[in-house]
C-alpha cells in the first residue's frame, strides 16, 4: 500500500508539473517526422498479462517490423529478450535526444497512475519478446514492471545478458523495502541527468 501510494502520488504530480514539457516534446515530435506522436507498445505486466503503456516515439514507423530483419543480421548486443543497438538505424533525431535524457518516458507516467506500472520495478519486457523468455524468467512478473529498476541504475551500460538483468529484477523483489525504491528513483534522476542513457 505504502508503494502504491508512493506511485500515484509522484507520478501524478510529475505529469502535472511535466506536462508543459510534454507539449513541447510532442510538438517537435509532430514537427520533425511524420507519423503519431506516441508510440503504443505492448508489454507483460504482473502476472504475464498484457498491458498496453505509451511513449513519445523516438522511432521511425513501422520500426517494430524492422526489429525482426536487424535480429536476423546478428545486430543486437543484447542477448536473448531485449533488443538494443549502439546507432540505431531507425532512431529519429529528435528521438534520439528524448532517449539520451529518457523524456521519452513521461507518457508512462499515466501507466503508473492506473496501476499497470509502477515506478520502480523490473524493466518492462514487450509482448513480442515473450517468445524469448525462459520460465524462470515469468517470477519478475509478480510486480508491476517499472520505469526503472536496479539494473538501469546499476549496469545498464554493462550488462547484455538477460538472464543478469532478471537475476537482479528477482533480487530487488525479494529485498524490497520503501528505501531502496527511493534510492533507486534518486540514482535514476542523478543517471538521467547526466546524459548517459542510450
Known amino acids: 500500500m505504502i508503494k502504491r501510494g508512493m506511485d ?7 505529469l502535472t508539473f511535466l506536462s508543459p514539457l510534454m507539449l513541447l516534446i510532442a510538438l517537435a515530435v509532430k514537427l520533425t517526422d511524420w507519423g503519431p506522436v506516441f ?12 498491458i498496453r503503456s505509451y511513449k513519445f516515439r523516438t ?7 524492422m526489429e525482426a530483419d536487424l535480429r536476423d543480421q546478428g545486430r543486437n548486443e543484447m542477448r536473448s529478450v531485449y533488443f538494443k543497438i549502439k546507432n540505431d538505424p531507425r532512431v529519429t533525431p529528435v528521438g534520439r535526444l528524448l532517449r539520451r535524457f529518457s523524456l521519452d518516458e513521461f507518457p ?14 523490473p524493466r518492462p519486457a514487450r509482448l513480442v519478446e ?22 538501469v541504475v546499476e549496469g545498464k551500460g554493462n550488462v547484455r545478458d538477460f538472464d543478469g538483468i532478471a537475476a537482479s529484477d528477482l533480487e530487488y523483489i525479494r529485498s524490497w523495502s520503501i528505501w531502496r525504491d527511493l534510492r533507486i528513483l534518486l540514482a535514476t534522476v542523478l543517471y538521467v541527468a547526466s546524459g ?3
Open 108 to 121: 508512462s507516467l499515466w501507466s503508473v497512475v492506473i496501476g499497470d506500472m509502477s515506478l520502480v520495478g
Open 59 to 65: 522511432m521511425v514507423v513501422r520500426a517494430e517490423a
Open 8 to 14: 500515484v502520488a509522484i507520478a501524478g504530480a510529475l
Open 130 to 151: 515473450a517468445p524469448y523468455l525462459k520460465p524462470w524468467h515469468y517470477e519478475r512478473f509478480v510486480v508491476r514492471p517499472g520505469l526503472t529498476s536496479s539494473w
Open 39 to 50: 508510440f503504443a507498445w505492448d508489454i507483460l505486466g504482473v502476472g504475464g498479462k498484457s
Open 196 to 198: 548517459a542513457n542510450h
